[in-house]
């Protein structure tokens, strides 16, 4: 329980999140004079913390919610389990309160239940559920669920996992600390519309805490998110305007003020309903892991002028259709030019208006020759038809003499007038700048995603989804053609689908990983709860985002056919994996009875190529396993060190990772000996249990 300062001092109600200057010295003392009148040394301790937490010179106060919980309805309720009673008399509970199973009656129909404070009830076990509560420790695994390959086998297996992103993020930090080139997040937008779940609760514009309890939820994953990242990775962050504000000054505080990159705005449309104003601008935050770094190693973002390959076909076409002849190719140029949509072409392509004489190359000549600022020399240039000296600009010349000018002219660079009564001016070339900086505002309609959507899917299902083409287009200027892209809010699969498509254009490597939940939309969740149907039931699940939305999305662009069997596209050459994120215990580790949901950490951890370790029968029986693609191994008894690395030799297997499963240093030490330099050797079962702890207290 999170104490309320304001409250437990009687003081009326604590804002919940505001913009604070230091208190007074004076208060200060006030405060801790109050405080020591406080006869209950953990509410004089708990409060003196909070008021701690306020001494800063500027930033975002906010109550931070403890605890954050999970429901896990398909899990088993045993002796010890924490649960939450979900439902009494057949209708959800709205009380949330965490109980441990202190014992079950003999037919397991029944629970004896005690709460934090010793009080003990009686319920059916049929209304429990299982929960963890933030500070429990976890064992997560990743239960794969499907795969598709259809790419080449040493190519990267995009990676779609469904579960809660905390606990997700902590299972990464295991495989990915470091490793993430561009992180990418459309967390919810807390718009008061019940977009969003805290501890199983819809949050709506009711919950006087919403803006708390959501600053609270993300300070928690941007922590994490933060030491995924490369020390040249990027985060983006798209947001509203309920929280862009708020999500700016918690981003300044976990990620580092001087590490702000941009606010990038998308307008989407234009909303004629509005009394004031059309807000239709969604924006995307952008911070460095280290900006210092990258300017360190002169990093620079450009991108490809919109419509260049456009163009520059039509202008050589034109070009030989006038027979060479550039004043008629050059009308027609323009007119084809005015004629095309803005976002087909951006007008940093279409200015390159006029083809030049002699090579039909597109120009323009808009380039100021005077010295800037004035001050220039001043020298003659003949016009080359007329031989008299040209008229000089105001400020002089751009060019310090006559020479340099001349080099110009012999470039071809220099455009004269008809006679010298005309200033010249410079020529550039649309095949010499074909890329340039990204302006952080742009215009694009966001309704095409909701249609790009539908088609693939072959009806609606899911609202507001982002758009494809828009972030295609920022992942490739902000990363590298193998990056690892995450996004651990992956609501309907559009990262995966960029990233995939993104591959496809360019043949690049990047692999996607993205970590969704399988929630329900309120209506949704509201109808089959009527209907009888819970969470855990098959018929509450497939109508979750991950099971209804993400999957199909993605299974559909990958192989082209739909659900429903009808043709999509031809399908795309990519390797996708599906897994469940599950939640192990003790138990079952030590007695290996949960490697294989715990193989796909190991799979994710060595680069997500080829397949994962499977513990089968003859595994068992060998001591040891390779995985399809001959990338990982695992050793079960570091005494078969020798002849795993003797069949590894006989099959010229290259593996990169090996596994060994020993709870003895000197024992996984020896059994790395049998194998050649190079290969990345983990001791998985001396740490294993810490290795595989999520969501412990700091």
């Known amino acids: 329980m999170s104490l309320n300062i304001a409250e437990a001092a009687g003081a009326g109600h604590l804002p919940a999140a505001v913009t604070v200057t230091p208190p007074r010295a004076e208060t200060t003392s006030s405060l801790e004079r109050y405080l020591a009148e406080i006869s209950d040394p953990i509410l004089r301790e708990n409060l003196s913390r909070e008021i701690g937490s306020l001494k800063r010179e500027f930033g975002l106060v906010f109550e931070r919610h403890h605890p954050e919980g999970i429901r896990l309805p398909k899990h088993t309720v045993k002796r010890g389990s924490k649960v939450v009673v979900s439902t009494v008399n057949g209708k959800p509970n709205k009380d949330s309160e965490f109980y441990r199973v202190h014992r079950l009656n003999r037919d397991e129909s029944t629970a004896l239940l005690v709460d934090a404070e010793g009080n003990e009830a009686i319920h059916p076990i049929a209304n429990l559920t299982v929960a963890k509560e933030f500070g429990d420790v976890m064992y997560p695994g990743l239960r794969k669920l499907s795969e598709i390959r259809r790419g080449a086998p040493e190519a990267p297996v995009h990676t779609i996992i469904n579960g809660e992103n905390y606990h997700a993020l902590e299972a990464l930090q295991y495989t990915h600390t470091g490793k993430v080139d561009l992180i990418y997040i459309d967390p919810p937008y807390n718009t008061g519309n019940a977009d969003w779940k805290y501890n199983d609760r819809y949050v709506d514009a009711k919950d006087g805490y919403r803006h708390s309890k959501w600053l609270s939820f993300m300070e928690k994953r941007l922590a994490i998110a933060k030491t995924l990242l490369k020390p040249t990775g990027v985060l983006i962050m798209a947001i509203g305007d309920d929280e862009h504000h708020r999500l ?135 016009h080359p038809i007329t031989q008299k000296p040209v008229s000089v600009p105001t400020g002089g010349w751009r060019f310090t003499t006559p020479a340099r000018m001349q080099e110009e002219i012999d470039a071809g660079r220099v455009q004269f007038g008809p006679d010298e009564r005309k200033i010249p001016r410079g020529k550039s070339y649309l095949d010499e700048i074909d890329s340039q900086v990204a302006m952080s505002v742009f215009d694009a309609d966001r309704t095409a995603a909701s249609k790009a959507l539908f088609n693939i899917l072959g009806d609606k299902r899911f609202p507001f989804p982002k758009d494809q083409l828009v972030l295609s287009r920022w992942f490739r200027l902000m990363a590298p053609t193998d990056a690892v892209i995450l996004d651990f809010f992956g609501g309907s699969g559009t990262t995966a689908e960029a990233v995939i498509r993104l591959n496809a254009e360019d043949s690049g490597s990047r692999q996607a990983i993205l970590v969704t939940n399988n929630e329900l939309s309120k209506a949704d969740d509201t109808k089959l709860r009527k209907a009888g149907h819970q969470p855990g039931d098959d018929e509450y699940e497939a109508l979750g985002v991950f099971h209804h939305v993400t999957k199909p999305r993605l299974e559909t662009v990958v192989t082209g056919v739909r659900e429903d ?38 799979w994710l951890k060595a680069g997500g190529i080829g397949g994962t370790v499977e513990l089968t029968a003859g595994a068992k029986a060998d001591g040891f396993a390779i995985s399809a693609s001959g990338r990982t191994a695992v050793l079960f008894t570091p005494g078969r060190a020798q002849a795993l690395a003797g069949k590894l030799a006989a099959t010229e297997h290259a593996i990169s990772h090996l596994f060994i499963v020993t709870d003895s240093e000197a024992q996984g030490d020896e059994a790395a000996t049998h194998f050649p330099g190079g290969i990345t050797v983990e001791r998985i079962y001396g740490n294993y249990l810490e290795a595989f702890q999520v969501n412990r207290k700091d």
């Open 248 to 382: 700016r000054l918690l981003a300044d505080d976990v990620l580092g003020e001087g590490n702000f990159i941009s606010n990038i705005v998308w307008q989407g449309g234009r909303k004629n309903d509005s009394r004031f104003i059309s807000n239709g601008a969604d924006y995307m935050l952008v911070y460095a892991r280290n900006r210092e770094l990258l300017v360190e190693r002169d990093v620079r973002w450009r991108e490809a002028k919109q419509g260049l390959d456009l163009v520059l076909n039509e202008a050589e076409r034109l070009w030989e259709e006038a027979g060479h002849n550039a004043a008629e190719a050059s009308v027609k140029f323009k007119r084809w030019l005015r004629a095309l949509p803005r976002e087909v072409a951006m007008p940093g392509v279409t200015r390159y208006d006029q083809l030049e004489e002699g090579t039909g190359r597109p120009f323009n000549a808009d380039k100021d020759m005077g010295w800037p600022g004035g001050g220039g020399p001043r020298f003659d240039v003949l």
């Open 565 to 602: 069997g009808s043709k999509y596209s031809d399908g795309l050459d990519a390797n996708i994996a599906f897994f469940e994120l599950t939640y192990l215990d003790e138990p079952e580790i030590v007695t290996g009875r949960a490697f294989n949901d715990l193989a796909g950490l190991f």
